[in-house]
T-cell receptor, first 112, second 113 residues
Framework: LAKTTQPISMDSYEGQEVNITCSHN???????ITWYQQFPSQGPRFIIQ???TKVTNEVASLFIPADRKSSTLSLPRVSLSDTAVYYC?????????????FGTGTRLTVIP | EAQVTQNPRYLITVTGKKLTVTCSQN?????MSWYRQDPGLGLRQIYY???????DKGDVPEGYKVSRKEKRNFPLILESPSPNQTSLYFC????????????FGPGTRLTVL
């Protein structure tokens, strides 16, 4: 079971780019990296997933270095509505990794 | 609308009184899972199911039971609830495994007195 380490909290001003780094030193060869966002009193919501290099969608970018022992979620020009907890997970895609570790995530607070 | 539903959304009960929290998904997903969320401890997996009649323990299964008799339903059963099971519970489903995008329900806030 691959576990992850993230900063407990981060603050950012509106309009800035925010980068949240996740450490996953024991990631396995076939593991994918997935990020979720959670607002208070709501269930987590999928943001982005990747295996290596860079993935970008309409919400965020995910940067994964060659050794894959860490990953960085990048949120461009954050707004107040991006205030949430962000979770990083690693696990196999398609098979296995059904016992997942969400951890405590990173609490992002966007300041006006 | 594709969704995961949970009932009840809020429940206050007493120690030892058996209860069931229902979870249903309409996306024909194979994988379903239950999590509990507590302040400072994050989101922890209780049980998961890969398909009908296939269930397995997560990180914190003690005091809980689950069943998967139909693909769409995955109820969480507390046979004898205790105060340390007071928590916010989430059900989730995904198309294949836990690593696929999981869709979460709205949550059930349980208080055990």
């Amino acid at each position: 079971l691959a576990k992850t380490t993230q900063p407990i909290s981060m603050d950012s001003y509106e309009g800035q780019e925010v980068n949240i780094t996740c450490s996953h030193n024991n990631i396995a060869t076939n593991d994918y990296i997935t990020w979720y966002q959670q607002f208070p009193s709501q269930g987590p919501r999928f943001i982005i997933q990747g295996y290596k290099t860079k993935v970008t969608n309409e919400v965020a970018s995910l940067f994964i270095p060659a050794d894959r022992k860490s990953s960085t979620l990048s949120l461009p020009r954050v707004s107040l509505s991006d205030t949430a907890v962000y979770y990083c997970l690693v696990g196999l895609l398609g098979t296995g990794a059904n016992n997942l570790f969400f951890g405590t995530g990173t609490r992002l607070t966007v300041i006006p | 609308e594709a969704q995961v539903t949970q009932n009840p959304r809020y429940l206050i009960t007493v120690t030892g009184k058996k209860l069931t929290v229902t979870c249903s998904q309409n996306m024909n997903h194979e994988y379903m899972s239950w999590y509990r969320q507590d302040p400072g401890l994050g989101l922890r997996q209780i049980y998961y199911s890969m398909n009908v009649e296939v269930t397995d323990k997560g990180d914190v299964p003690e005091g809980y039971k689950v069943s998967r008799k139909e693909k769409r339903n995955f109820p969480l059963i507390l046979e004898s609830p205790s105060p340390n099971q007071t928590s916010l519970y989430f059900c989730a489903s995904s198309i294949g495994t836990g690593s696929d995008e999981q869709f979460f329900g709205p949550g059930t806030r349980l208080t055990v007195l």
